[in-house]
């Protein structure tokens, strides 16, 4: 449901172009690929798996950051229910490039923080 939401203000708000998947195998052949700009990853994602082991995503932004092929992809961490320094532990925990809480109250502020870590077109 939060893709549906997230997907919804960014091209509404921005005209970027959103794809989703919890397939932790499909987001790395997206992100090694070089088919994103940036990743929006749920901290939580309870019944991810990767080789067979299970994985959050924590773990997953620290394996596309541990991967020279992916290193430089910006990765903003999404969290719920986050307490009052949590978001420093996850981001330096992660290797992640900035952090967001969920629900996403003011839109336009979540659209700004997407497109600071976009690349720039040069």
Excluded: C, W
Excluded at 19 to 45: F, H, P, W, Y
Excluded at 46 to 56: E, L, M
Excluded at 77 to 102: C, F, H, T, W
Aim: aromatic share 4%; no cysteine; glycine share 6%.
């Amino acid at each position: 449901m939060n893709l549906r939401i997230y997907s919804k203000i960014l091209t509404r708000r921005s005209g970027l172009n959103v794809k989703g998947t919890e397939d932790v195998e499909e987001v790395m052949k997206i992100a090694q690929a070089g088919d994103a700009d940036i990743i929006l990853m749920d901290v939580s994602l309870a019944h991810s798996v990767y080789q067979g082991k299970p994985v959050d995503g924590i773990k997953i932004t620290q394996m596309l950051k541990a991967d020279a092929q992916t290193s430089n992809l910006p990765i903003i961490l999404v969290a719920a229910n986050a307490m009052e320094g949590d978001r420093e532990p996850y981001v330096k925990q992660s290797g992640a490039d900035g952090y967001i809480q969920k629900p996403i109250v003011d839109h336009q502020q979540f659209v700004d923080q997407i497109l600071a870590l976009l690349p720039k077109d040069d």
